[in-house]
């Protein structure tokens, strides 16, 4: 079965096509050109250097982050037309558990860490089970010193895995805590391990219709504008 | 560290001077909030600002879309929030994205979101004053992020420090 995969939760723009088989294509962009214009082309690049038809695609993953709104929005809407077109299921997986996946022979525990700006993380703890990871906590938006304490706390060794770990290294290398932190080139979920994470969901049918897809937005807010101003001006 | 500056104008060109002298001194992820009635000159400092950093297209009002993008020497948002009510409707906008560390962005009343703006950032209030074209400035600079800059931006709108 024929798999598009897309994640754009974080600054990177990645898409990916494969089967159980493995990879067939995949485009992995992280500078310069932002979400809105390369997810598409990169699509249209990938199934045409693969010489795939768009009817053959089986069946399309995408990252439902947490992640920055503006990416996750684009590649939700993008994954949930495509399917609602092509007439096909879909998987939503969240980011937070692809990047956790990617590392997913760690012996130790995982917390895959996103950065979500304004001096705040995205966070989940994980564990290594076989076949892939389970994950032991909910998502978790915080600055970067909560999740360090929660980690000295803990006690555990911890391998910090995503783009928030290794911009907030310095704060979650704190005193006390015992953490490694994984390379560079895990810094973003991959639409290489999203599509590993789905195919098996496909297979058993474990899917969701596209109108059933919906992002996970940690920032709510129930807050109203200090309009104080407004109303005198007005 | 927090600096206050009251500047006087007497014309729209005025205001945009304004504008383009604060501009020289932005950097990379600063982020300009102005507050002031309608028609106070608010887009027009904008103007002045964007076209100092090397924006060529006109800079409308972005009360209606409520977000417009500029490509100047960086990216260039100009935000208004004078529409919304509530914060959700800020962050649905991807006000996370916007606060571009690669970017500048000027938000038309930012105070009215100060919980979301970042520590460092500058204030800009426009006022009406006595006479029609006449305006008052007030700069309020916030943040480490102003503590070194500020005394090279105070010497660069010297000319129109109030007395």
């Given at each position: 079965?024929?798999?598009?995969?897309?994640?754009?939760?974080?600054?990177?723009?990645?898409?990916?096509?494969?089967?159980?088989?493995?990879?067939?294509?995949?485009?992995?962009?992280?500078?310069?050109?932002?979400?809105?214009?390369?997810?598409?082309?990169?699509?249209?690049?990938?199934?045409?250097?693969?010489q795939?038809?768009?009817?053959?695609?089986?069946?399309?993953?995408?990252?439902?982050?947490?992640?920055?709104?503006?990416?996750?929005?684009?590649?939700?809407?993008?994954?949930?037309?495509?399917?609602?077109?092509?007439?096909?299921?879909?998987?939503?997986?969240?980011?937070?558990?692809?990047?956790?996946?990617?590392?997913?022979?760690?012996r130790?525990?995982?917390?895959?860490?996103?950065?979500?700006?304004?001096?705040?993380?995205?966070?989940?703890?994980?564990?290594?089970?076989?076949?892939?990871?389970?994950?032991?906590?909910?998502?978790?938006?915080?600055?970067?010193?909560?999740?360090?304490?929660?980690?000295?706390?803990?006690?555990?060794?911890?391998?910090?895995?995503?783009?928030?770990?290794?911009?907030?290294?310095?704060?979650?290398?704190?005193?006390?805590?015992?953490?490694?932190?994984?390379?560079?080139?895990?810094?973003?979920?991959?639409?290489?391990?999203?599509?590993?994470?789905?195919?098996?969901?496909?297979?058993?049918e474990?899917?969701?219709?596209?109108?059933?897809?919906?992002?996970?937005?940690?920032?709510?807010?129930?807050?109203?504008?200090?309009?104080?101003?407004?109303?005198?001006?007005? | 560290?927090?600096?206050?500056a009251?500047?006087?104008?007497?014309?729209?060109?005025?205001?945009?001077?304004?504008?383009?002298?604060?501009?020289?001194?932005?950097?990379?992820?600063?982020?300009?909030?102005?507050t002031?009635?309608?028609?106070?000159?608010?887009?027009?400092?904008?103007?002045?600002?964007?076209?100092?950093?090397?924006v060529?297209?006109?800079?409308?009002?972005?009360?209606?879309?409520?977000?417009?993008?500029?490509?100047?020497?960086?990216?260039?948002?100009?935000?208004?929030?004078?529409?919304?009510?509530?914060?959700?409707?800020?962050?649905?906008?991807?006000?996370?994205?916007?606060?571009?560390?690669q970017?500048?962005?000027?938000?038309?009343?930012?105070?009215?979101?100060?919980?979301?703006?970042?520590d460092?950032?500058?204030?800009?209030?426009?006022?009406?004053?006595?006479?029609?074209?006449?305006?008052?400035?007030?700069?309020?600079?916030?943040?480490?992020?102003?503590?070194?800059?500020?005394?090279?931006?105070?010497?660069?709108?010297?000319?129109?420090?109030?007395?």
């Open positions: 079965m024929l798999v598009l995969s897309i994640e754009t939760s974080t600054p990177q723009t990645s898409v990916a096509l494969g089967t159980e088989q493995g990879v067939i294509a995949s485009v992995v962009l992280s500078w310069g050109r932002g979400h809105s214009e390369t997810t598409v082309p990169a699509i249209h690049h990938l199934l045409e250097w693969s795939v038809d768009l009817d053959q695609v089986g069946g399309i993953a995408v990252g439902l982050g947490p992640g920055l709104f503006t990416g996750l929005r684009i590649g939700v809407a993008t994954g949930r037309t495509m399917a609602q077109v092509l007439g096909v299921p879909m998987v939503g997986i969240g980011s937070l558990d692809t990047l956790a996946y990617s590392v997913r022979y760690a130790e525990r995982i917390c895959a860490v996103a950065d979500a700006k304004r001096g705040e993380v995205f966070y989940a703890f994980y564990r290594s089970v076989p076949g892939g990871v389970t994950r032991e906590t909910t998502f978790t938006v915080a600055p970067p010193e909560r999740l360090a304490a929660e980690i000295v706390a803990s006690g555990e060794e911890t391998l910090l895995v995503g783009n928030g770990s290794l911009l907030h290294r310095r704060v979650l290398e704190a005193e006390g805590s015992r953490v490694e932190l994984a390379s560079a080139t895990n810094a973003f979920p991959l639409a290489v391990w999203l599509l590993e994470l789905s195919v098996p969901r496909f297979q058993r474990d899917t969701s219709r596209w109108d059933e897809i919906l992002p996970f937005y940690l920032r709510k807010s129930d807050a109203e504008i200090n309009w104080s101003r407004r109303a005198r001006s007005a | 560290m927090s600096g206050r009251e500047l006087t104008t007497t014309s729209p060109e005025g205001t945009r001077a304004v504008g383009a002298a604060l501009a020289a001194l932005l950097v990379p992820g600063d982020v300009v909030s102005l002031g009635d309608l028609g106070a000159g608010k887009t027009c400092f904008v103007q002045g600002a964007a076209g100092a950093l090397g060529t297209e006109g800079v409308a009002s972005p009360s209606f879309v409520l977000v417009r993008e500029y490509r100047g020497v960086l990216p260039i948002y100009h935000m208004d929030v004078y529409r919304l009510d509530r914060i959700q409707e800020v962050l649905d906008l991807g006000f996370e994205d916007l606060l571009d560390p970017g500048v962005i000027f938000i038309e009343w930012g105070s009215a979101i100060e919980g979301l703006l970042p460092s950032h500058i204030e800009v209030e426009l006022l009406t004053g006595e006479q029609e074209t006449q305006r008052r400035v007030v700069l309020t600079a916030r943040g480490p992020g102003w503590a070194e800059r500020w005394e090279r931006l105070l010497s660069s709108l010297e000319s129109w420090r109030a007395a």
